[in-house]
């Protein structure tokens, strides 16, 4: 893989930030089209948007700093900043994201839970697009594998380990990503209550990212036993299943006629 897209002396320009920017745009695109099909103005998701690409990278390095080598950065703080490098943690991002996209809904005064069913495509759509950034950096590896689908990094700037083949972990998850909004895609038009499709979301990527964590060579541990995004899968789909829960039972209680789809 080749990480640098163009360099200019000491000034990088590297894949990573491109496909980043790639996604974003792509999230942009599907949110105004599915804004203009529900009836919302389509430049609130372009301030919204806005707020979230913010929130969203902040958490991502800030989860990625705090879990990889906090006592590095301790003592290299600059390189807190240089996410052109990679190290964007999407667990991270997405808490950072959702705070944002919370704050937003309450300062405009927008049903949260319908807003979110409305960005949740954009949100699958940009995961995978994203995933390429890690398949370009080299980051986001996988464990060493005799398969014959493995990938071997060369390139002295990938940030995986060199001249062994990995699973391609990068493109398992980026696989799994793209049939999972091919699901909600599809769903999108027939939920029964505002926050479902924001939910099933949360649920099934929170098993898809458990069992694909297995692969994966770059995992910190929690407690030296289990991987990070794991034990944060876990966390995520007992709280988001309990919240779907809740909300459809609030929504049987309010609502007890069927619910035409849209």
């Known amino acids: 893989m080749h990480p640098i897209l163009l360099q200019f002396g000491n000034v990088e320009i ?54 990889s080598n906090p006592v590095y950065f301790l003592y290299h703080p600059l390189d807190i900043v240089a996410i052109w490098r990679g190290g964007l943690a999407l667990h ?36 995978a697009v994203g995933r ?25 700037a990938a940030q995986a380990p060199h001249n062994i083949p990995l699973h391609p972990t990068q493109f398992y998850e980026m696989t ?37 964590e297995f692969f994966r060579g770059d995992s910190l541990l929690f407690g030296g036993v289990f991987p990070v995004p794991q034990v944060f899968s876990v966390v995520l789909f007992i709280v988001a299943l309990a919240v779907y829960f809740w909300r459809q039972s609030v929504s049987g209680r309010a609502s007890p006629a069927p619910v035409s789809i849209r």
């Open 14 to 67: 590297r894949w990573y930030g491109v496909m980043i920017a790639l996604a974003f745009l792509a999230g942009t695109f599907l949110g105004v089209r599915e804004a203009r099909r529900k009836g919302y103005n389509p430049e609130l998701i372009y301030d919204l948007l806005f707020y979230v690409m913010i929130a969203g990278v902040v958490g991502a390095r800030l989860y990625y700093v705090l879990v």
């Open 92 to 127: 991270g991002g997405l808490v950072g994201g959702l705070l944002a996209g919370i704050w937003f809904c309450k300062k405009r005064q927008l049903a949260f839970w319908s807003f979110a069913d409305l960005l949740t495509p954009s949100i699958m759509l940009g995961q």
């Open 132 to 156: 390429g950034a890690c398949t370009l950096n080299g980051c986001s590896y996988g464990k060493p594998t005799r398969l014959p689908w493995a990938v071997t990094f060369t390139n002295p």
């Open 176 to 212: 799994t990503d793209l049939l999972i909004f091919a699901i909600l895609w599809n769903f999108r038009k027939k939920t029964r209550f505002d926050g479902q499709l924001f939910l099933m979301y949360a649920i099934v990527y929170a098993i898809a990212r458990f069992v694909l």
